[in-house]
T-cell receptor, first 111, second 112 residues
Framework: DGGITQSPKYLFRKEGQNVTLSCEQN?????MYWYRQDPGQGLRLIYY???????QKGDIAEGYSVSREKKESFPLTVTSAQKNPTAFYLCASSPSSATQYFGPGTRLLVL | EDQVTQSPEALRLQEGESSSLNCSYTVSGLRGLFWYRQDPGKGPEFLFTLYSAGEEKEKERLKATLTKKESFLHITAPKPEDSATYLC?????????????FGIGTKLQVIP
């Protein structure tokens, strides 16, 4: 089955801790994206990557980092510098800036 | 700055009661307008992409239409399983990465 997988489904972060959210796709899409979803707000773009070994900051990149070493994978690290990390994180992919397809999401909670 | 405004914020329908959701947008050069369905605690599920004014697309009980300023998602004879939040998004037509701007969504509840 082709699709986008995200893990874990739930993630708990302690104060001062870095955590990494996984995103994998087997759709052979070039572009991948990370969004954050908060209640009462539209999806906000954190980072995007249009090609392997290249990525760009989105609108709210502070406190986050990414890598794109493989076409299939685009992990997101939430660093201790992100002071308000509690949110629903969504990964998406698309065939070169066309329609984006989303994964199931990861809910990050702070202990 | 691109903007997407969805209305109403919430809509409650009786099963079989048809209605429409509105998505008003401002964007400098529309590349595409997207509709997604999102169930609680899940990722958005792609429904439609519309590219130009006058275009219409249908899927089961859903029909999406597009004008130069807004899009409508018409729901005909809805069923309880159509209950979800419906998201609208627009993509700007520009060189390089074409940013996608999302609306907050319309939460639809269909009562049996």
């Amino acid at each position: 089955d082709g699709g986008i997988t995200q893990s874990p489904k739930y993630l708990f972060r302690k104060e001062g801790q870095n955590v990494t959210l996984s995103c994998e796709q087997n759709l052979n899409h070039d572009a991948m994206y990370w969004y954050r979803q908060d209640p009462g707000q539209g999806l906000r773009l954190i980072y995007y990557s249009q090609i392997v070994n290249d990525f760009q900051k989105g609108d709210i990149a502070e406190g986050y980092s990414v890598s794109r070493e493989k076409k299939e994978s685009f992990p997101l690290t939430v660093t201790s510098a992100q002071k308000n990390p509690t949110a629903f994180y969504l990964c998406a992919s698309s065939p070169s800036s066309a329609t984006q397809y989303f994964g199931p999401g990861t809910r990050l909670l702070v202990l | 700055e691109d903007q997407v405004t969805q209305s109403p914020e919430a809509l409650r329908l009786q099963e079989g009661e048809s209605s429409s959701l509105n998505c008003s947008y401002t964007v400098s050069g529309l590349r595409g307008l997207f509709w997604y369905r999102q169930d609680p605690g899940k990722g958005p599920e792609f429904l439609f992409t519309l590219y130009s004014a006058g275009e219409e697309k249908e899927k089961e009980r859903l029909k999406a239409t597009l004008t130069k300023k807004e899009s409508f998602l018409h729901i005909t004879a809805p069923k309880p399983e159509d209950s979800a939040t419906y998201l609208c998004a627009v993509q700007r037509n520009s060189g390089g990465y074409q940013k996608v701007t999302f609306g907050i969504g319309t939460k639809l509840q269909v009562i049996p």
